[in-house]
């Protein structure tokens, strides 16, 4: 056995506890069973900021494995690192929103991302990529907090018409999964009481910064235990998964980008939330097994897609045929990869030149099928880029396949 961490409580991963507590539904409806209910069985989980893991020798051999694919992802294909990172934080938080069972097509989520009108799958799609990006940024030059895993929850739930008033602050309510709408009746799970809920978030985000600790196994444990806190009223699962990529950017597993690994999560959905429910039962290792080899199917995946990535200039070059190096054509030819989806007043800003020639550019992408219009309108038009718009699709199919196939 490998152990991980410090001497600081040693022992077997405690599963955690169950309590009875009053209920009494605040708001009436349901049938009757849920309106005469008056108690509930809450989980309680362990303090885990100082807490010490022992994992099997082979356990740890695929955990680092899963780093390397990684370390080898986050350091390839330098050129176009900062594409790729845009990338595969879209993919990202694609798939943590199918978790949720969230879909939306590919054109109206990049619709949503410039905050024009779309469905409400996209907009949510659309949120979950700045709140993930809000997350992992804010550890960029510093420890995580738990201001920060507000503001990210702000950003997921502010545009959400049923809880803007949540949005940002956690619940003051007691919450469950599953069983009936009305009551914790028949609940498959039901988390902590309200007024625990800071205690347990703070105790968390001490556990998230430790350095003394593999950082996949602490990724894969701040999310299991984030999960079961389950501090919001909605968008518990997509901040949880949020964490997973902000603690291997704190530890600096990662620099630039992020690593996908809710698209494999998604295609194995039941398997997922059976290493939950594992998890809660006192045995951490089927999650941390489960992200180990998600992350290092989306970092192989990952990089095919660099590898494409990098040969997608050499292909619009060639549709639309010669152009002046200081043509304004080829000017947007060159931040394409940076931009794959984009409003005129952004390509002008990033451009520059005469508005006449842009538009022209334009046109002329376009008809060589290397832009998509992304509306049909006069005014305030969005374009994408037609490669990268389905290499986002095709990612999220690939590691998908993957994951079913890799038992």
């Known amino acids: 056995m490998d152990r991980v961490g410090d001497d600081r409580a040693p022992g077997a991963w405690p599963a955690h506890r169950r309590e009875v507590r009053p209920w009494q539904q605040t708001v009436r409806g349901g049938t009757k069973d849920d ?3 008056r108690e509930v069985t809450v989980w309680l989980p362990p303090q885990i900021a100082g807490r010490d893991l022992l994992i099997p020798s082979k356990l740890a051999s695929r955990i680092e494995d899963c780093l390397r694919e990684i370390a080898a992802l986050d350091t390839s ?5 900062g594409a790729l990172g845009t990338m595969l934080l879209r993919t990202e938080s694609v798939a943590s929103s199918k978790i949720e069972q969230v879909e939306a097509d590919v054109t ?3 619709r949503a991302l410039h905050g024009m009108r779309s469905n409400q799958s996209a907009t949510s799609m659309a949120a979950a990529t700045v709140a993930l990006e809000e997350l992992i940024n804010s550890v960029s030059t510093g420890d995580l ?3 920060a895993v507000l503001r990210s929850h702000h950003a997921l739930m502010h545009d959400d018409p049923g809880e803007t008033a949540y949005a940002g602050r956690t619940r003051d309510m007691q919450n469950w999964i599953g069983g009936s709408d009305h009551s914790p009746r028949n609940a498959l799970y039901v988390p902590p009481p309200p007024e625990t809920v800071d205690g347990y978030l703070d105790d968390l985000v001490a556990f998230a910064n430790r350095d003394d600790l593999s950082a996949m196994v602490q990724a894969a444990i701040t999310h299991a235990q984030f999960e079961s806190i389950h501090p919001f009223t909605d968008g518990n699962g997509r901040i949880g998964r949020a964490l997973v990529n902000t603690v ?7 620099t630039t980008v992020v690593v996908p690994l809710a698209s494999a999560l998604v295609a194995r959905r039941e398997a997922y939330f059976e290493v939950l429910t594992r998890y809660r039962e006192g045995d951490p290792e089927p999650i941390i097994a489960a992200f180990a080899r998600a992350s ?3 970092a192989q995946e990952s990089r095919v897609t660099a590898a494409r990535m990098a040969e997608f200039p050499l292909g619009w070059r060639d549709a639309v045929g010669r152009v002046r190096s200081d043509s304004a054509t080829a000017r947007l030819l060159a931040v394409l990869p940076v931009m794959p989806v984009f409003s005129a007043a ?6 520059g030149g005469a508005t006449s020639a842009l538009y022209r550019a334009v046109e002329l992408l376009v008809e060589a099928e290397v832009l998509r219009p992304l509306t049909d309108r006069k005014r305030n038009q969005v374009w994408g880029v ?5 290499e986002l699709d095709d990612l999220n199919v690939r590691i998908g396949a993957a994951a079913r196939a890799d038992i």
């Not at 294909?77 to 690192?81: E, N, Q, T, V, Y």
């Not at 291997?248 to 990662?254: A, E, P, S």
């Not at 952004?346 to 451009?351: A, K, M, N, S």
């Not at 037609?386 to 389905?390: A, Y």
């Open 35 to 37: 309106r005469m209910l």
């Open 296 to 298: 290092r199917l989306a």
């Open 248 to 254: 291997l950017r704190r530890r600096g597993v990662t």
């Open 77 to 81: 294909h330098g050129a176009h690192l």
């Open 386 to 390: 037609g490669d990268m718009l389905d």
């Open 346 to 351: 952004e390509v002008e800003q990033t451009v």
């Open 108 to 110: 109206a989520y990049a």
């Open 145 to 147: 907090t738990t201001d």
